[in-house]
């Protein structure tokens, strides 16, 4: 599966940026579709994961109330809206799939396959 994350850029604090996931040649059906984070130096940290045919989710803790991730059936994409960024939400974020995920490990890094090339957020202060 081929990913495609898109939708960074630089923001202010308070601001709202919207990421897309999208797959070609593929669908998302029957996956896990997760978001994560990484900062320079730092590990790869799981941000937001959505099941595509039950819509579950989970969030980090840090971002419940402020990021909500959908997906779009049609356009089969995935989006993680980020509302009230924060400085420390600046990060590489990438988008990773897989068939395999179950719920109970949809927030470990390792369980994803399949990997986007990251998009650049930056929220500055």
Known sequence: ?????SGGGV???????RLSCE???H??????VG???????????????????SRHTSYEDSVKGRFT??????????YLQM??????????????ADRNVISSTMRDVRAYDNWGQGTQVTVSS
């Open 11 to 17: 923001v202010q604090a308070g601001g709202s940026l």
């Open 69 to 78: 991730i959908s997906r779009d059936n049609a356009k089969n994409t995935v």
């Open 35 to 53: 978001w994560f984070r990484q900062v320079p130096g730092g590990e790869r940290e799981f941000v937001a994961a959505i099941r595509w045919n």
């Open 1 to 5: 599966v081929q990913l495609q994350a």
């Open 83 to 96: 509302n009230s960024l924060k400085p420390e939400d600046t990060a590489v974020y990438y988008c990773a």
């Open 27 to 32: 669908t998302f059906s029957g996956h896990i």
């Open 23 to 25: 797959t070609s040649g």
